[in-house]
């Protein structure tokens, strides 16, 4: 028979996991709607958007293949991964793909310009519900925690660094910067705090088995 505690923590347990796949499949949705839109995209889909643009590749696909490329650059940070961590790499791409492929072409700014506000503010309650899970971080933020680890800069000159120069190598493969590259850039780390107090779950009881993988506040590294 099972105790009052073993319930609880499935029923949390549960939660989280809906949380992790709901906010990855959203994240993806998200970003296909930002490439329909075509006024700009966040950082490193301006970088996914330029190697697909290169290798004849789908937006989504190199999206996978780039996060597991960023995942092999965790082993000599000694970063451990956890199942967000894993889970990232495929749904978001995966998604976004399949978001793309019932997308209609969209031409008239009038569609355009609230679909990429859409984008940008579905987004930001992707990142809260999937970083609130607490399964660990995507491979690109736990490749940035690791360098702040490892070289003692802070997160937000890494980040920074990091994302100028995937911005710049993706503009030059033909990646797509506008107006809601900057939009998402201002905005996307207020909207993620908002959703991640939004769609928080309660801590595990001391002793439960249920264990996050990281804290919230750990993996939130935009400014």
């Not at 958007?49 to 290169?54: F, K, V």
Request: glycine content about 14%; proline content about 6%; hydrophobic content about 50%.
């Amino acid at each position: 028979m099972s105790t009052p505690g073993a319930s609880v923590s499935g029923r949390r347990l549960g939660r989280r996991l809906v949380q992790l796949y709901a906010g990855l499949t959203l994240y993806g949705v998200s970003s296909a709607l930002l490439v329909a839109a075509g006024l700009g995209l966040e950082p490193w889909n301006v970088l996914h958007q330029g190697l697909a643009e290169l290798t004849g590749l789908s937006i989504g696909a190199v999206l996978i293949i780039v996060g597991a490329a960023v995942l092999l650059l965790w082993i000599p940070l000694r970063q451990r991964p956890g199942l967000g961590t894993v889970s990232n790499v495929f749904v978001i791409g995966l998604a976004m793909d399949g978001t793309l492929a019932l997308l209609p072409d969209l031409r008239s700014l009038a569609v355009r310009i609230p679909l990429m506000v859409a984008g940008i503010v579905l987004n930001g309650m992707a990142t809260g519900l999937y970083i609130a899970a607490r399964f660990g971080p995507g491979p690109r933020d736990g490749l940035m925690t690791g360098l702040h680890r490892r070289t003692g800069r802070s997160i937000r000159l890494i980040r920074t660094a990091v994302e100028v120069a995937v911005v710049v190598t993706g503009f030059a493969l033909g990646g797509t910067i506008g107006v809601g590259t900057v939009l998402y850039a201002v905005s996307i780390g207020p909207l993620a705090q908002v959703f991640l107090r939004w769609f928080a779950v309660p801590s595990a009881p001391r002793g439960s088995t249920v264990v996050a993988a990281a804290t919230p506040e750990r993996v939130i590294l935009r400014p």
